[in-house]
């Protein structure tokens, strides 16, 4: 079995991914991390001196390799994923498991506003501009995400209390 967890960025798609890996006894796959082990640098590094368009072409490879590996896994996406090439097409093939973790902007904007420098898109963006920001960019990509096959509003819940909701779709 494949899960793929999807959805912008803080809405917790990699704490989501290893909580229910160790429930279901599966693997974890971060693509972020696989990436920057790839290019042996962190992304901001990658995004810094290579650009945003060799990140995603790698992401895309990366993301089209593991779903077709024979290997079971939660696969916790980058917040682009789905939004780039024709990845979320992937998110409807058979077999795959895809869930949209639909966070709402006040929940992002204030985890967010705490790890700004980690994450080059939104590096730049001033902290007072960062909630519109974040508003606008979740309105574009909304439409990618909600290919998955399920969605799961995740509120103020505790990445336990998603796990347990996550276990009862699968
Ligand atoms: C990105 C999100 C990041 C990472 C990269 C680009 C995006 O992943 O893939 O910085 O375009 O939203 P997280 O969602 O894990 O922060």
């Given amino acids: 079995m494949k899960v793929v967890l999807v959805g912008y ?4 798609k990699s704490v989501v991914a290893r909580e229910l890996a160790k429930r279901m006894g599966m693997k974890s ?12 640098m ?3 590094k990658i ?17 089209k390799q593991l779903l077709n590996e024979e290997a079971d896994g939660i696969i916790s996406t980058g917040g682009g994923t789905p939004c780039y090439f024709n ?14 973790l639909k966070a709402p902007v006040e929940v992002l904007y204030q985890r967010l506003k705490k790890e700004k420098t980690k994450r080059p898109m939104i590096a730049k963006i001033h902290e007072e501009d960062l909630k519109e ?3 606008k960019h979740l309105f574009e990509r909304s439409n990618y995400y909600t290919k998955a ?22």
Wanted: charged content about 25%.
């Fill in 47 to 63: 995004f810094e001196t290579k650009g945003e368009l060799y990140f995603r072409t790698l992401e895309h490879e990366i993301f």
């Fill in 29 to 40: 796959l971060e693509l972020d991390e696989i990436i920057e082990k790839k290019c042996q």
């Fill in 87 to 100: 990845n979320h097409e992937f998110l409807q093939q058979n077999g795959i498991y895809s869930i949209y």
């Fill in 133 to 135: 920001f974040i508003a």
């Fill in 9 to 12: 960025m803080g809405c917790g």
């Fill in 42 to 44: 962190p992304l901001t």
């Fill in 149 to 170: 096959k399920f969605t799961i509003a995740i509120a103020a819940k505790s990445p336990a209390e998603i796990v347990d909701e996550l276990l009862n779709l699968l």
